[in-house]
């Protein structure tokens, strides 16, 4: 056991535990009955080893970079012996280091990493999209409605303020009609209370 454990982290260095995750994930998998799920989990399983072995790749280089001593044998030097990212990831790093231009290797390891972003995360962001959708949807909706609410009681008010007035105008109208008639009635003397001052003087009489 122990042998196998000193082999595992020669090739995958301090990944071989995550490595030794991924194998027996992908044995537990195979007992899954759905064909769906089976390929979605895969999937995911398979991008995400890509992913780390990318993300490991591209900060190696980045540490060489920044420290201006990025070549095939200080990857191999500080890969192997001061990260101890295994003989395997160490592999990869070589083959891009001898094979492509350094601004070649940041395209091809960014659009690899994209790529493994993509399908771990598209389906989180997608459903994280529609929410947003949805929520902006019904956000304007509660706008609308309320908008709409806020327009028939301004309506109403209005309608209440021009009733108001018409009712006020009537009102003033009548009072003023009752007092010209009023006036008129004290100058005919009309009046009932003035017919019982002129009985009482008949009487008087």
Same mark, same amino acid.
């Given at each position: 056991m122990n042998y196998f454990i000193e082999h595992l982290s020669e090739y995958f260095g301090l990944?071989?535990?995550?490595? @030794?995750?991924? %194998?027996?994930?992908?044995f #537990? /998998? *195979? =007992?899954?009955?759905?064909?769906?799920k089976k390929t979605f989990y895969r999937t995911r399983l398979f991008f995400g080893t890509i992913f780390v072995i990318s993300l490991a790749i591209l900060v190696l280089f980045l540490k060489l970079q920044f420290s201006g001593n990025l070549n095939e044998e200080?990857?191999?030097?500080?890969? @192997?012996?001061? %990260?101890?990212?295994?003989? #395997? /990831? *160490? =592999?990869f790093a070589t083959i891009l280091i001898e094979n492509f231009k350094l601004h070649f290797i940041w395209l091809i390891l960014g659009f690899i990493i994209f790529i493994c972003l993509f399908f771990l995360?598209?389906?989180?962001v997608i459903r994280c999209i529609k929410y947003l959708h949805l929520r902006n949807k019904k956000i304007k909706a509660l706008k609308l409605q309320k908008a709409? /609410?806020?327009k028939?009681?301004?309506?109403?008010?209005?309608?209440e303020?021009?009733?108001?007035?018409?009712?006020?105008?009537q009102r003033l109208a009548l009072d003023l009609t009752i007092k010209e008639k009023v006036d008129e009635a004290f100058k005919n003397k009309s009046l009932p209370i003035f017919e019982d001052e002129e009985k009482e003087e008949g009487e008087e009489l």
């Open positions: 990944f071989y535990i995550p490595f @030794l995750g991924v %194998i027996i994930s992908d #537990f /998998i *195979i =007992f899954i009955k759905d064909r769906n200080n990857i191999i030097q500080y890969g @192997l012996n001061d %990260i101890n990212l295994g003989f #395997f /990831i *160490i =592999f995360l598209g389906k989180e709409i /609410i806020d028939k009681i301004a309506i109403k008010e209005e309608l303020k021009e009733e108001f007035k018409k009712y006020e105008k």
